[in-house]
């Protein structure tokens, strides 16, 4: 007998997940040398700098003391999905009930169920790059094709509906995310009506990635399920983790036509068997506090989106990305000279602070940092100060340099 008799491999679709390169080198690094006891400022995660709120975690025991803690209902407890549905109904105007939402662990959970509902295997998926770093793999690993669009820095990543249409045939769905990660950016009422209409005219679904919708600077937050005739091919992933600093609860949903929330339903009962129910009714009580609760949580993103756009401005060495949403910024460095690993890899080894290089979210990110504004004011401005002075030092030198 050979030993491939003996020794199974792990499949072909699994083994593929990960990909060539998973983008998160400089933060296991960062992560290293603070095991080994340096200091590091960590601008990598979309973690809050804050913890759970007692009164939530209060609300979490006292669900667990009372009883909550054997199995929950597998598509959710009827009230959470209640609250999310109106939720839903009052903030986009798109009447929604239970039966349109399903409660999942987090919102990668919900990415993932969202494509096995849309896509069959060997089926193109597409995306727009640049794109939160899971993407790819939660796609592969439904054993769909990945598609990338590749945005453009000088169209401040917003993709262009031709760009979409030109990769669109034969596609059966198209993942968005605005407000986005990596980039702050927020897509507006026109480039939504033009994917609107390329996946209507294509047979697609649109998987729409929100998870960031409660923190929004500039102008507001547009759901393209709202859009005419998008509500029937709209799948809508939510999530309590940004929004309730609630990311380690595990606590998110998926909203679409009650048909397919059917089919979720019997994904759910052969994967996850729904979330603990003491965790669902901690996000009860979250979601129906006042909405002063959710602006709180998101207020130290705001105003540190005005401490980077102060420093990182007008600089010599770098170009900022003015972002209009959610807990990053984006940079752009190539006036260095530098890859934008090149440069992360260098601010962490001389100055201690860790940052993501934009080539982790995709192609059009190159020779970017994406900053996660995710430590107090004080260390954030002393942080992009530094980085902003070696940007400018080594744009200098970079142009010193003859040919
Ligand atoms: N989508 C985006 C764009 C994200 O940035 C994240 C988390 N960083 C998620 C989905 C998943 O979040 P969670 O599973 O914690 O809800």
């Known amino acids: 007998m050979t030993d491939s008799i003996h020794n199974p491999k792990a499949s072909a679709r699994i083994a593929q997940i990960a990909g060539d390169s998973d983008g998160w080198e400089v933060f296991n690094r960062s992560r290293e040398m603070i095991a080994a006891g340096r200091s590091v400022v960590e601008l990598t995660q979309g973690e809050h700098d804050i913890l759970t709120d007692p009164s939530i975690i209060d609300a979490m025991e006292a669900s667990a003391r009372a009883g909550a803690t054997g199995y929950a209902p597998v598509p959710g407890v009827m009230r959470l999905r209640q609250v999310v549905a109106d939720r839903l109904t009052e903030r986009t105007g798109v009447t929604t009930g239970p039966e349109n939402v399903m409660i ?19 089926d193109r998926a597409l995306f727009i790059d640049p794109y939160y770093a899971t993407y790819p793999g939660t796609i592969r690993a439904t054993g769909a094709n990945a598609v990338p669009v590749v945005t453009r820095p000088e169209d401040g990543f917003q993709p262009r509906p031709a760009d979409i249409a030109g990769l ?31 996946v209507t005219r294509n047979g697609m679904w649109l998987i729409s990635d929100e998870v960031y919708d409660t923190q929004v600077w500039d102008g507001s937050h547009l759901s393209s399920r709202a859009l005419p005739g998008m509500t029937e091919r709209t799948l809508v992933v939510g999530s309590m983790s940004k929004s309730h600093a609630m990311t380690g609860s595990r606590v998110g949903w998926i909203v679409g036509p009650a048909p397919v929330i059917a089919n979720l339903i019997d994904l759910a009962t052969v994967t996850t068997y729904g979330v603990p129910g003491f965790l669902q009714d901690a996000a009860v009580f979250a979601l129906t506090q006042d909405r002063s609760f959710e602006e709180t949580i998101a207020a130290p993103f705001r105003r540190r989106r005005e401490i980077a756009t102060r420093i990182l401005g007008q600089r010599q060495g770098l170009r900022l990305h003015k972002a209009s949403a959610a807990m990053y910024v984006m940079v752009d460095v190539r006036a260095t000279g530098l890859s ?21 979210f995709g192609l059009a990110t190159a020779g970017h940092l994406r900053i996660a504004l995710t430590v107090d004011d004080a260390r954030l401005e002393a942080a992009l100060t530094t980085l902003a002075e070696m940007a400018d030092a080594l744009a200098r030198e970079a142009r010193a340099v003859p040919g």
């Open 340 to 360: 934008g690993e090149d440069f992360a890899n260098r601010l962490l080894d001389d100055h201690g602070i860790a940052v993501m290089p934009g080539e982790s």
């Open 104 to 122: 999942t662990p987090g919102g990668q959970s919900a990415l993932f169920a969202a494509h096995m509902a849309a896509c069959d295997p060997g």
């Open 168 to 198: 669109a045939t034969g596609a059966r769905s198209l993942l968005i995310n605005s407000p986005n990660n990596p980039t702050g950016g927020v897509y507006g009422r026109t480039v939504l009506e033009g994917i609107a209409e390329i």
